[in-house]
């Protein structure tokens, strides 16, 4: 693939800032029409500010953002079964390169996220840990 077809999405995972950027003008939620639109065929959703919901790396707040999220996908086109989201603080620096030891304890429920994107179409994970 070309890398003008694929596309990392960023999206925020704190309260209230993730349901204003899927709102009907929300910017995430227009970037990724626009994406569609002009042929993007691979995205992977990052949801940032995991570090900021109340409770702080919130297993349930990332599943929701990846429900709604996923039904947005579904609607424009995409193959929401087959995108990739991985939940990443970037203040932080949780989940955006190798973790270190001292940072698994904040989301230990998250082992990788497996897609049907490799080479061979069989399944991989796209944040091996």
Do not use: C
């Not at 569609?36 to 995205?43: C, D, M, R, Y």
């Not at 990739?84 to 603080?89: H, K, L």
């Amino acid at each position: 693939k070309q890398w003008y077809q694929r596309r990392v999405a960023i999206t925020a995972g704190g309260t209230g800032e993730f349901e204003a950027g899927y709102a009907k003008t929300g910017q995430p939620r227009e970037h990724l029409l626009l994406a569609f639109t002009l042929g993007v065929k691979e995205v992977m959703i990052a949801v940032n500010k995991m570090d900021t919901p109340s409770p702080p790396y919130n297993e349930g707040r990332f599943k929701e953002i990846q429900g709604e999220a996923s039904n947005y996908l579904k609607k424009i086109g995409y193959q929401a079964r087959r995108i990739p989201f991985i939940p990443i603080s970037g203040f932080h620096g949780v989940n955006m390169v190798a973790p270190i030891k001292d940072e698994v304890h904040n989301m230990k429920w998250f082992k990788g996220s497996a897609n049907k994107n490799g080479p061979s179409g069989k399944e991989k994970d796209v944040n091996p840990r």
